[in-house]
């Protein structure tokens, strides 16, 4: 059986006349908790909208769940996708349970109630299920944000910088949560500049710089994969 | 139809709780009605003959700037992307806002249209009539606006994009025809007198809604 959940083949995306992706090619496989290192301006969220379908490349292939990305086609691919950004995708002036309400409703999600208030428990927010949460601390929305790139169930989960504005509590709560989902087959892919973020999780880890990936491990001790990405950081700077 | 129904009632909801397009159309609304009513107030002149394009340009100039935070909003909260993610057609996006849009923008028309019947002492004429033109004058408004205000969401200055884009198409559609009705309305024909204009009205109001289910997967796309 091809357990491929994700294959791009040579996805290149310019702004104007600035190329910020070179002729990616990644393969995520079910279960991998793939972590893609690089600095700011390296092209990662990029590559992470244009994997999620949210951008579209301007050349190469990509393909999730077996079938190939086309403008227009990607409806039903996008219900097994769970996004997770640095922007939390939710409303200041709606509750944070008429928030993944909204959301359950669009994903058409059975048995919506029970899932909300699991999901809220899990991420230490029932308590504050009907508060606004314009009046919510960042690391709260964060929380939010991952209950509802998880509320439909999604297969396959890109995390942006996911770990920004978490305290501690809050990151081993995230990282917690993404071995638990991993364990019942969820497949992971997440971005971050932060080296010291998210290494332990990760099965596999990359590093995104100037547009390519120019380094991949399974496995590394964190001291040699840190290394490697300072060496790189230092490349791009000179 | 369950992701326009959701749409809408989020957009509904939001908009009530922080009344942002609300309190923009009360104030503009009654600026305007009173502007017109001071200035008149100097000068012999006929209300049967004013008074169809002071309504018409209050709930044009109000409702215009009242549209702007329509899709604004999603990009400075950031939203616009969670809703992209979704399983959702982008002419479900659309369609939730237009009919949000719609409903908040005809009873805040039907405020200023008592506001209007304050200042200015005029003799009631076919409600029911206009009324109708209201409704159908409004469905291409709020249709027409949505798509321009998704178009120039984009842009810097959107707040004075919006109306430079949108003045010239509606003017000379859907608002002329509506001040003409109007005027007749005013001095005393009912509905069956002016079916040529809503004819006109509602034609347009079908393009303008096509326009935006035809055009909204370029606007919301990459």
């Known amino acids: ?238 | 139809m369950n992701a326009i129904k959701t749409i809408f009632l989020k957009e509904i909801k939001i908009e009530f709780r922080n009344k942002q397009m609300i309190n923009n159309y009360l104030l503009l609304s009654v600026m305007i009605i009173a502007s017109f009513r001071f200035a008149f107030s100097i000068i012999d002149f006929s209300l049967l003959l004013i008074a169809s394009p002071i309504i018409w340009i209050t709930f044009f100039f109000s409702g215009m700037f009242s549209l702007s935070p329509t899709y604004k909003r999603e990009l400075e909260e950031g939203t616009c992307e969670g809703l992209l993610l979704a399983p959702i057609s982008n002419s479900s996006i659309y369609f939730g806002k237009f009919l949000s849009n719609f409903l908040v923008i005809l009873l805040l028309e039907l405020f200023s249209l008592l506001i209007f019947f304050v200042f200015f002492s005029i003799a009631t004429p076919d409600l029911v009539a206009l009324f109708i033109l209201i409704i159908i004058g409004t469905i291409g408004f709020a249709a027409l606006g949505n798509i321009i205000s998704a178009i120039s969401s984009n842009l810097s200055q959107s707040e004075v994009m919006l109306p430079v884009l949108l003045v010239p198409i509606l003017l000379f559609t859907i608002v002329i025809s509506a001040i003409s009705a109007t005027s007749k309305i005013f001095e005393g024909a009912h509905l069956f007198d002016v079916m040529q204009e809503v004819r006109f009205i509602l034609m347009f109001d079908v393009v303008f809604l096509a326009i935006g289910y035809l055009l909204i997967d370029y606007i919301l796309g990459d």
Do not use: C, W
């Open chain 1, 1 to 238: 059986m091809n357990d491929n959940i994700l294959t791009a083949k040579n996805i290149s995306k310019s702004y104007g006349r600035l190329k910020v992706l070179k002729n990616i090619n990644l393969n995520i496989t079910k279960g991998d908790r793939y972590i893609l290192y690089g600095s700011n301006g390296a092209g990662k969220t990029t590559l992470v909208k244009i994997l999620s379908t949210l951008l579209y490349a301007d050349s190469g292939e990509l393909s999730l769940f077996g079938e190939i990305i086309r403008r227009h086609s990607t409806k039903q691919i996008r219900a097994l996708i769970g996004f997770m950004s640095h922007q939390s995708y939710l409303y200041n002036d709606l509750s944070a349970l008429e928030n993944l309400n909204f959301y359950a409703n669009l994903y058409s999600i059975k048995n919506k109630k029970e899932r909300i208030e699991n999901l809220l428990k899990e991420i230490g927010l029932y308590h504050r299920s009907h508060d606004r949460i314009g009046n919510f601390s960042r690391g709260m929305k964060q929380r939010l944000a991952l209950a509802r790139a998880l509320l439909h169930n999604p297969d396959l989960i890109f995390l942006d910088e996911p770990y920004a504005g978490l305290d501690i509590r809050a990151q081993e709560i995230l990282n917690d949560i993404i071995i638990q989902l991993n364990k019942r087959g969820k497949t992971f892919f997440f971005i971050t500049h932060d080296i010291s973020k998210g290494f332990e999780v990760a099965t596999r880890s990359g590093i995104l710089s100037n547009g390519q990936i120019v380094y991949e491990t399974k496995r590394e001790k964190i001291d040699t994969f840190s290394k490697k990405y300072k060496d790189i950081l230092l490349r791009e700077q000179n």
